[in-house]
Nanobody, 124 residues
Framework: VQLVESGGGSVQAGGSLRLSCTASGYTQNVKYMGWFRQVPGKEREAVTSIWIGGTATYYADSVKGRFTISQDSAQNTVYVQMNGLKPEDTAVYYC???????????????????WGQGTQVTVS
């Protein structure tokens, strides 16, 4: 499975961005896709995740009410609409995908099998 992200960029505080992640390859076993973010010197942080083909969504407390994850299953694509961006949202955002059901927490990076290359989001 390959993941390709797009949509990062620079925006002023209070602005919006939409990130996209498209999965290709053998995606039949992918059950969840999500987004993590990372700043230099810190651990990768879970942002949001979604059950592919289902309705369950998960959000970090820091983004609830501001970020919305959605999917286009036919296109193997997930989106995260980020509104009300804050400077502390600045990070490299990574798309991640998991084969099979979660056995632990969706927040654990090691629970995901595939990763994108990352896209920079800068909020000033």
């Amino acid at each position: 499975v390959q993941l390709v992200e797009s949509g990062g960029g620079s925006v002023q505080a209070g602005g919006s961005l939409r990130l996209s992640c498209t999965a290709s390859g053998y995606t039949q076993n992918v059950k969840y896709m999500g987004w993590f973010r990372q700043v230099p010197g810190k651990e990768r942080e879970a942002v949001t995740s979604i059950w592919i083909g289902g309705t369950a969504t998960y959000y970090a407390d820091s983004v609830k009410g501001r970020f919305t994850i959605s999917q286009d299953s036919a296109q193997n694509t997930v989106y995260v609409q980020m509104n009300g961006l804050k400077p502390e949202d600045t990070a490299v955002y990574y798309c991640a995908a998991r084969d099979g059901w979660f056995r632990g927490t969706w927040r654990d990076p090691s629970a995901y099998h595939y990763w994108g290359q990352g896209t920079q989001v800068t909020v000033s």
